[in-house]
């Protein structure tokens, strides 16, 4: 198998960016949908040099999630995400593991958007 070495760039979307659910968080929505297609636009205009991906977290278990830490209905797997859970995607995207990815979008949310 050959390796082939690349620079990646990893965007943070969000699971609002590929299914909004939460009314009255339009703008948030719509930003991270932005990041969807800003990543894919710029996979297509720096490949072969540089493969560019974001993973599009759900909630995740950070002081953050405080007041949402019982609404887990939206998702399949009934709970919050663990930062380290995060951070592996993450880890993925920039290895040798992913060397064929770009331009995707990575759920990394417990099947919120699909739920």
Do not use: C, W
């Not at 800003?38 to 953050?64: F, Q, Y």
Request: proline share 5%; charged share 15%.
């Amino acid at each position: 198998m050959q390796l082939h070495e690349q620079s990646t760039i990893v965007n943070i979307a969000s699971a609002q960016g590929l299914l909004p659910n939460a009314p009255g968080h339009t703008a948030y929505a719509a930003s991270k949908g932005g990041v969807v297609i800003l990543t894919r636009a710029l996979a297509a205009e720096l490949a072969p040099k540089i493969r560019v991906n974001s993973i599009a977290p759900g909630m995740v278990d950070t002081p953050m999630a405080d007041g949402y830490r019982t609404n887990v209905g939206n998702y399949a797997l009934k709970r919050l995400a663990d930062p380290e859970e995060i951070a592996r995607a993450l880890l993925f995207l920039t290895s040798s593991e992913s060397s064929y990815v770009t331009g995707a979008a990575l759920a990394v949310d417990g099947g919120r958007s699909f739920h």
